[in-house]
């Protein structure tokens, strides 16, 4: 630490150099922050992800496969780096998957140039970037777009529009994560940020501050309220699968699961949104208002790896689990374990952070992530509720030798389909996941 104001002034000197540039991004609004006092003891050793991985479709042009979906017929839907929406299906007693088909772009490929094909960075927003994928009870598909907004999807027309773009005037910036309610069909979703868009989500990493919200969408109205707003990067979403009386969500730079109470504050009602800031703040202040009487209260803190999506295990998300425990995965891009962690080790230093975006690519600091697969079994105490949660499992690549930046794992079928955001990344990737599995307690988070 006694380095650190040498770090700083040498850092400052360097970046007066680059000042003029257009290119270096100003990152105003970096705030301090501290997710715990003491980071997660040391992951408990496991390597099924590297030895269980099936990698499927390699040299076909799949690439970053984020998020799965799947329809009533047992179709897998998923969406690839270059905006396209794919289709397949297993093999009911072989499990082979067929031939990816195309369904739709979610932008316009027809608009770009050789020099910047689909699938490179500086295409992303006219060929689209599909992130959280939900089927609805008819059939069609919902995306949230990571440039385009909240779209809608027929796959049997192959055919799609767009719903949502803006919220209370203000445009979607980084629509991530997407689910729809079981009762009332609202649509639920979270939009990352305000500040940074996808290709520049390290600098959104980086700045830390508060800009993402929490929104609901009624297409029948066609009327959008923001549930919860000053969220540190939410991502991945669940709703509760049978009554519909909470969502949880993860909020990736404070490493925590939150829970949103729809019987508190429901989604029909035109209240207030609930500030997570002043509620549930991070930067040692007090609360500024009551979190016992708030609709939003963190489920899981101080995770041991950075939180992507959430997916309920294929039990829960059908509503056959009426009451008791149930349990959903989550997907990590890195961990954050002692005895070291990056992102924790620069939380209370928002000045280093500005000015090492300032100074550095933004393709180094992805460099200095800790290469690994990580996928977490949480299990909730009572899925009626929504309430007490703890980590079961970890399933783990320990040095990413076949997988790394995982977004979430789907199960389906007897299989996880495993998501992630990496360009390494050219398959679909899943894992055989059965009843044994589940109730294999070898494995079991001690």
């Not at 995306?143 to 799609?160: Q, R, T």
């Not at 729809?262 to 500024?288: C, E, F, I, N």
């Amino acid at each position: 630490m006694r380095l650190l104001p040498v770090v700083v002034a040498l850092a400052a000197v360097l970046l007066s150099l680059r000042l003029s540039s257009s290119s270096s991004p100003r990152l105003s609004s970096a705030v301090s922050y501290s997710v715990s006092p003491a980071l997660p003891a040391p992951l408990p050793k496991d390597d099924r992800l590297t030895r269980m991985m099936e990698r499927h479709f390699l040299d076909q042009g799949i690439e970053a496969p984020e998020h799965f979906a799947f329809d009533h017929a047992g179709d897998i839907f998923f969406g690839v780096a270059d905006g396209r929406i794919m289709r397949t299906r297993a093999d009911a007693v072989t499990g082979a998957l067929s031939e990816p088909q195309l369904v739709v772009y979610t932008g316009d490929p027809s608009l770009v140039d050789r020099l910047h094909p689909c699938g490179s960075e500086e295409s992303e927003a006219i060929c689209g970037r599909p992130l959280g994928m939900a089927f609805d009870a008819a059939g069609l598909l919902l995306v949230a777009d990571a440039y385009l907004g909240l779209l809608e999807i027929d796959p049997a027309a192959k055919s799609k529009r767009v719903l949502l773009r803006e919220v209370d005037g203000r445009p979607l910036y980084f629509a991530n994560s997407v689910v729809v309610g079981p009762k009332t069909e609202l649509v639920y979703f979270t939009d990352s940020s305000s500040r940074w868009r996808r290709r520049e989500f390290i600098y959104e990493v980086l700045e830390a501050a508060p800009t993402g919200g929490l929104i609901a969408f009624d297409r029948v109205r066609k009327e959008a309220r923001v549930l919860a707003h000053n969220l540190a990067f939410p991502n991945g979403i669940l709703v509760d699968p049978r009554a519909e009386k909470f969502l949880l969500f993860n909020e990736l730079n404070r490493a925590r699961i939150l829970r949103f109470d729809l019987a508190k504050q429901p989604a029909s009602k035109a209240l207030p949104a609930v500030d997570a800031a002043a509620v549930l703040p991070t930067d040692g202040r007090p609360a500024a208002q009551d979190a016992s009487s708030s609709a939003l209260s963190i489920l899981l803190d101080n995770l041991p790896g950075i939180p992507d999506n959430l997916a309920w295990e294929s039990a829960a998300a059908s509503g056959s689990v009426s009451s008791g425990p149930a349990y959903f995965w989550v997907g990590c891009g890195t961990k954050r374990t002692q005895p070291f962690s990056l992102t924790d080790f620069l939380a209370g230093w928002p000045s280093v952070r500005a000015t090492l975006a300032a100074l550095v690519p933004k393709e180094f600091f992805l460099k200095l992530v800790p290469r690994i697969g990580l996928l977490l079994r949480v299990e909730v105490a009572d899925v009626t509720t929504g309430r007490e949660a703890r980590i079961a499992e970890a399933l783990q690549d320990p040095a990413g030798a076949r997988s790394a930046l995982l977004t979430g794992a789907y199960e389906h079928r007897g299989y996880l389909y495993i998501g992630s955001i990496s360009h390494d990344v050219k398959f679909v990737g899943r894992i055989p996941w059965g009843a044994a599995n589940r109730t294999d307690t070898t494995h079991r988070w001690n």
